[in-house]
C-alpha cells in the first residue's frame, strides 16, 4: 500500500500560480513513476501529467502544456505540480498518482486523495 498525500490547493486569480505537493511518507516511491490527474465538476477525470522514477522525463495533457511543470525530490519522496498562468478551467480536484513499478503509462496503481485548486476570473 503506498499513502500518498496532496496539499497546496487553494484559491488563486486567473494569470496566477500554484504549486502542489505530493508526499508519500514513510516510503521510498523513486521507484515509481508518477503522475497528476484532475476532475472538474461534472467532467470526466482528465491526466494532466507524469514524470520518471529519475524525473529525466515527463509528459503533459496538450491543454497545459508549457504552463505546468511536474517535478521530484526523491530525497525527500515528494513530487511537484507547478501551475502557472492559471484559466478558469484550471478549476478541478487535483490527484496524485503512482504508477506501478516499471511503467511509466497505463492504468495508476495508487491514488491521493485530492485538493481543491479553484481559479477566479
Known amino acids: 500500500q503506498v499513502q500518498l498525500v496532496e496539499s497546496g490547493g487553494g484559491l488563486a486569480q486567473a494569470g496566477g500560480s500554484l504549486r502542489l505537493s505530493c508526499a508519500a511518507p514513510g516510503r521510498t516511491f523513486s521507484a515509481y513513476a508518477m503522475g497528476w490527474f484532475r476532475q472538474a465538476p461534472g467532467k470526466e477525470r482528465e491526466f494532466v501529467g507524469r514524470?520518471?522514477?529519475?524525473?529525466?522525463?515527463?509528459t503533459y495533457a496538450d491543454s497545459v502544456k508549457g504552463r505546468f511543470t511536474i517535478s521530484r525530490d526523491n530525497a525527500k519522496n515528494t513530487a511537484y505540480l507547478q501551475m502557472n498562468s492559471l484559466k478558469p478551467e484550471d478549476t478541478a480536484v487535483y490527484y496524485c498518482?503512482?504508477?506501478?513499478?516499471?511503467?511509466?503509462?497505463?492504468?495508476?496503481?495508487?491514488w491521493g486523495q485530492g485538493t481543491q485548486v479553484t481559479v477566479s476570473s
Open positions: 498518482v503512482t504508477y506501478p513499478v516499471g511503467y511509466y503509462s497505463g492504468r495508476p496503481g495508487y
Open positions: 514524470i520518471t522514477w529519475s524525473g529525466g522525463y515527463s
